[in-house]
């Protein structure tokens, strides 16, 4: 039985992360991209499906791996899928902020609508754990903006029958991002202050590597509960 790893949201700070180090994990024979454009990423497990995550459910994941393998590379993972002899977990590190995505309306669209969309596709193809990349203080009743849509994304996915459900809800991420962005380094370095000494742990910043590898651990290990929230302290025991 093939072990299949599809990563939504991988052009991002935590999705680069995922794809790297699913790339060196060896439960992994495939890690399968699903973004709205092609990544700049080679590896012989890599993958690419471009779609649209609006109609996504339109797209058959069967025909998106026929469409490019000329060589008879997916041969072998396509047979896997059609005869449901494999075992697929599915990452969701989407996301974006109201900067870049210009109105509330918008970032609704791509935090919960897109998300949502990737997880219900996700599991009509087969994935029977999704690990999904929320907040802290994620919660549906928050006044604030973000936190609430985060909320309703986690209540979201619960109704999709996968066999198990991990939300990561990360602190300040720590990592190399491609834009600057001036509130969060500010919150990055009082945040590091205190906790420095012992003052709100659970706000310490984390590394995106840290949250990619404690998804990658869940996913491979975790089979005790239906849906479980792994907090930011929690992650950070991954170096």
Known sequence: MKTIALVSGASGLIGVQ??????KEKAYDYVVSVSRRELAFKHHKLIQVVVDFQKI??????DKLREFDFGGD?????????????????FCALGTTIKKAKSQENFYKIDH?????????????????FLYVSSLGADQQSSIFYNKV??????????????YLGIFRPSILLGDRKETRIGES?????????????????????????????MIHQALNDELEVVKIIESKQMQVFE
Request: avoid cysteine.
């Open 18 to 23: 995922l794809l790297h180090q699913l790339f």
């Open 57 to 62: 459910d339109q797209i058959s994941l069967l």
């Open 74 to 90: 997916n041969h072998e993972l396509i047979r896997s899928i059609e005869t449901k002899d494999v075992q697929m977990h599915a």
């Open 113 to 129: 609508d897109f998300v949502i969309n990737f997880a219900r596709w996700a599991h009509q193809w087969g994935a029977s754990k």
């Open 150 to 163: 985060k909320g309703e994304v986690e209540e979201d996915l619960k109704v999709i029958p996968f066999k």
């Open 186 to 214: 500010v919150g990055k370095a009082v945040m590091k202050a205190f906790t420095s000494f012992g003052l709100f742990k659970k706000y310490k910043p984390i590394y995106d590597h840290q949250v990619a590898k404690a």
